[in-house]
Nanobody, 123 residues
Framework: VQLQASGGGLVQAGGSLRLSCAASTRTFTNYVMGWFRQAPGERREFVAAITGSGDSTIYTDSVQGRFTISRDSARNTVFLQMNNLKPEDTAVYYC?????????????????WGQGTQVTVSS
């Protein structure tokens, strides 16, 4: 499975961005999809995940209520809508796919990774 992330950019604090991640697979609904991020000098951390059917999601506490993960199975694409962005959200954002059931926060469980897209939030 190849993942292609896009949609990053430079935005002022309080602004919004929508990230997209296109997956090259015919069995997109078989994969749990996740978003992670990595700031300079920091470990890659979990942001959000969504089940293959799209009926369940989880978020890290710091983005709860501001970010929304969703997926479009017809387009084999997962999205991350990011609202009310803060400077601490600045990072490279990665999408990932897990070939198995159940939502997961651990990056070790994900099987495939995209190349990352830079999000920079200015104060």
């Amino acid at each position: 499975v190849q993942l292609q992330a896009s949609g990053g950019g430079l935005v002022q604090a309080g602004g919004s961005l929508r990230l997209s991640c296109a997956a090259s697979t015919r069995t997109f609904t078989n994969y749990v999809m996740g978003w992670f991020r990595q700031a300079p000098g920091e470990r890659r951390e979990f942001v959000a995940a969504i089940t293959g059917s799209g009926d369940s999601t989880i978020y890290t506490d710091s983005v709860q209520g501001r970010f929304t993960i969703s997926r479009d199975s017809a387009r084999n694409t997962v999205f991350l809508q990011m609202n009310n962005l803060k400077p601490e959200d600045t990072a490279v954002y990665y999408c990932a796919a897990r070939a198995g059931p159940g939502l997961a926060r651990s990056r070790a469980i994900y099987d495939y990774w995209g190349q990352g897209t830079q999000v920079t939030v200015s104060s």
